[in-house]
């Protein structure tokens, strides 16, 4: 656990030991690093922003302590002159961001931070690591939230996230694209998610009987129990919990469902469907867990699975078809001069950015432009809006509920041909303005020219 | 970030439920819990425990807090008397584990918890959580310090590791297993690893040229530059490094060396070698990153590529070949009585247990036996050792280094053919003793008769 006292150590060491040659040199004048994804992952056709939230409060709290300041100094990578400047270190440039809930695609600026060339590099980390796992969590749970269409998802992950701060990140992550909770209690507390739970095989194992099982928890829970019927056998527990839904009705009270977890999910909701309704318990309803990613769910609702709700855990919490995106920070431009990388199959797109989206007269989205900061493009949206001006924070970010309703509602602008979880459909268009494109060129060449021997 | 202050409402909310319900009708006896990876991932024949130091700080500090209290009551899922109860609520019981570093196999009980029953159980969460997460890491790192043979590797994850608390376990599960060192500068203050660092493509375009940058940097880092070369060029980079190493060799310095980040590292690897060599550089190492993994370690080695050291990030600080590990928590005893579950495909050991590891001659690991706790196999070493006794910790983890040399050492004991990266080698043999095998076929049977209809 260990919690973290403060963020600024948050870092690789060479974000640092650049910063002491930049200070040393002079090096300090204004900045502009862009962050993007290079390339969409097997299967990714789109992605959705997350993260902005923690950025701003990194950056808003990012000073060295002099503990952290200690540590440096043991470390005898650093002279005691670039320690004291860090120790008045503090973040004062401008961020321009898309809000949490953006869809974006492939090479579109997702967030731009224009500072002196130190603060904008000291931070890199950070937002790398925060906007980049958040974002694939998202994209992965917006995927999930399709497939289902009209049936419910809670976040089930917690037990297999990579860490506690994952668990707590894919808890508001997937509550943001369309989740309707989770099983994360202090991600409840936290951010203000419904939290939801069904019984573990333990509970089942620790009883005489199944049956007994199940009648204690509905005694605690009437209103409130789904009971988990394969601890021994599905079939059989399903007729278990059916009694006990009858016997709950003799009360008055309703049993609220059985959970599914192993075996053979459409065949054995089905069977499980007409118990239940055999035992006159239509309202009960059946919940699966157990592997469910975009692509089980699919799977299993085109075989006209009698599931209502799905508990997706592992798989959307790691993101585990595409663990991590190829998501970069890179130096764009320096003391007003565009500049470029041109490694091997990483070629960045140069200078300060915006992204116009322009959408069709029904309402869908059409294609982007990604252009200069300055142009501007009559008919389409800016993504890119301000968010940190001169180190002061002057963008609220929205409490987590309006930002689903947010994403809910640009998420149905997005055709359905781009939302598709396999690769058999055309990509969403992307295009570069000719001035960019322009200037991309130009650049290019001046460091061909110059740089290489 | 939002450190986490009290870890108690780590947990699903099936934990608390649940621990309701046994509360009401008095189901608290004791019980023993074991955790265990149910099956290999694809690729893996082995794995390495790590976590167990968070586990046993996060037992000695578990408690409700006023606040997490609060929360739980404005869910309105608990009655006033189980809150008071949780009020008192601590952990009393008694855990076995393996230390961390050990290796371990599938189906192998690596911890082992005896408590009264809601105890045993509200703690499942967070155990399998970190277990889970810091076993992965270790064991990917581990095959990759195998893949590298004498050549040295760093932890580069930190970026793009799920979320900051991953990117924390992640430098010190690699530097456990025979990592040198991490990126990641709180960890290196945190956990004591030495941290290590090159430059980012930014440190060059934001120089007008590309040698210009490489002297500042050396200027500042006279005994610690590893020069970037893959800007615009890899060997124009490697060339202008080797410029400037002579420059340093005037004065007296010594260029520590060169990294390259992109291409194909076999070819510009040697390329690199040859430049540096003429240019009087032989002692300069050559550093390689970029997408590294123990199958791009293995490849380029068996390919002669002149690589000294190897960045190891994304890949490895994700385990992304295998993001998740299949590890259980199951209830295999309570009240004195062998319980058992028998789910499709996830049938699991009964009772408490113990791990023997028996030897060859030639000190080599030939074979485990995994028997019921109190069996006594005489020539084996029993892996599970008490490490809390009826609340109290009574194991001290040794320092991170000291783990560090007992994992070398162990993984040292583990024949090549059982370490493959690939899934072309026999299994590590693990048998189940004949007394843990007649409980077992005995607990199956009853259950059988019992439960299913």
């Not at 898309?98 to 600026?109: H, N, S």
């Not at 998802?153 to 508001?172: E, H, N, T, W, Y």
Request: aromatic share 10%.
């Amino acid at each position: 656990m260990n919690p973290i006292k403060n963020p600024a150590l948050l870092t690789d060491l060479y974000e640092l030991t650049m910063a002491a040659s930049y200070w040393e040199h002079g090096m300090n004048q204004e900045a502009v690093f862009s962050l993007f994804v290079r390339h969409y992952p097997d299967k990714r056709r789109y992605f959705v922003s997350c993260g902005l939230a923690d950025v701003l409060k990194y950056l808003k709290n990012l000073k060295f302590t002099d503990e952290d300041l200690e540590y440096l100094r043991s470390t005898g990578f650093f002279k005691s002159e670039f320690l004291s400047f860090l120790e008045h270190f503090k973040f004062q440039g401008d961020v321009h961001a898309v809000p949490e809930g953006t869809v974006f695609f492939e090479d579109e600026p997702i967030l731009e931070v224009t500072a002196p060339l130190i603060q904008a590099q000291i931070i890199e980390t950070f937002l790398i690591n925060t906007i980049n796992f958040q974002s694939m969590i998202a994209t992965k749970a917006a995927r999930c939230v399709h497939a289902a269409g009209d049936k419910k998802l809670v976040d089930f992950s917690f037990r297999r996230c990579q860490g506690i701060d994952a668990a707590m990140k894919v808890a508001r992550a997937s509550y943001m694209t369309g989740f309707i909770g989770t099983s994360n209690v202090l991600a409840g507390k936290q951010y203000g998610i419904p939290i939801y739970g069904t019984m573990a095989h333990s509970f089942v194992s620790s009883f005489k009987k199944e049956k007994e099982a199940f009648q204690a928890f509905s005694q605690t829970f009437p209103e409130n129990s789904i009971l988990l019927v394969d601890t021994y056998n599905s079939m059989s527990g399903t007729i278990k919990a059916a009694q006990v839904g009858e016997e709950m009705a003799e009360h008055g009270e309703q049993l609220k469902g059985i959970r599914l977890d192993s075996g053979n999910m459409t065949e054995l909701s089905q069977k499980a469907r007409r118990i239940l309704d055999e035992h006159g318990l239509k309202d009960a309803m059946i919940f699966a867990s157990g592997g469910f990613d975009e692509h089980k769910i699919q799977k299993v609702l085109s075989q006209n699975a009698k599931i209502d709700s799905f508990g997706v855990g592992t798989k959307m919490g790691v993101s585990a078809d595409a663990p991590y995106l190829d998501m970069a920070y890179k130096i764009v431009k320096y003391n007003g001069e565009p500049v470029i990388k041109l490694s091997t199959g990483k070629v960045s797109l140069t200078s300060d950015k915006q992204v116009f989206r322009f959408s069709s007269d029904d309402g869908f989205y059409d294609h982007d432009v990604i252009t200069l900061r300055d142009e501007q493009l009559t008919g389409g949206s800016p993504l890119l809006v301000p968010v940190v001006s001169e180190g002061q924070i002057i963008y609220e970010s929205p409490p987590l509920s309006d930002m689903r309703a947010c994403f809910k509602e640009a998420f149905s602008h997005l055709d359905d041909k781009y939302k598709s979880i396999h690769k058999d459909k055309p990509l969403y268009p992307v295009k570069i303005s000719k001035k960019l494109r322009n200037l991309q060129d130009k650049t290019e060449q001046k460091y061909r020219n110059k740089e290489i021997l």
